[in-house]
Nanobody
């Protein structure tokens, strides 16, 4: 499975960016997809997740109401619409995929994910 992010860049505070993640996998629809981010000197943190059916979405408190995660199972894509950007959103953003399997798990834990993209830089200036 390969995940390739795109759409990162530089924005002013208050502006918007849209990240995309293309997945090369035969059965994309069985994967929970998430976005994480990592700023220099910090641990990777959860941003947003979307269930395989897109029936459920989850957000970190810091981005709730500003970011929206969505997916297009027909085209193996997942998106992160980021509005009202803040300087503290500056980080490398990673797309992650978790193959559906039995048992409970916490969607916000990086160790739960099977595949990762290479990351895309987002820089927000004040």
């Amino acid at each position: 499975v390969q995940l390739v992010e795109s759409g990162g860049g530089t924005a002013q505070a208050g502006e918007s960016l849209r990240l995309s993640c293309a997945a090369s996998v035969r059965t994309f629809s069985i994967y929970t997809m998430s976005w994480f981010r990592q700023a220099p000197g910090t641990e990777r943190e959860f941003v947003a997740a979307i269930s395989w059916s897109a029936g459920s979405t989850y957000y970190a408190y810091s981005v709730k109401g500003r970011f929206t995660i969505s997916r297009d199972n027909a085209n193996n894509m997942v998106y992160l619409q980021m509005n009202s950007l803040k300087p503290e959103d500056t980080a490398v953003y990673y797309c992650a995929a978790r193959r559906q399997r039995s048992g409970s798990y916490y969607y916000g834990a990086p160790k739960e994910y099977d595949y990762w993209g290479q990351g895309t830089q987002v820089t927000v200036s004040s």
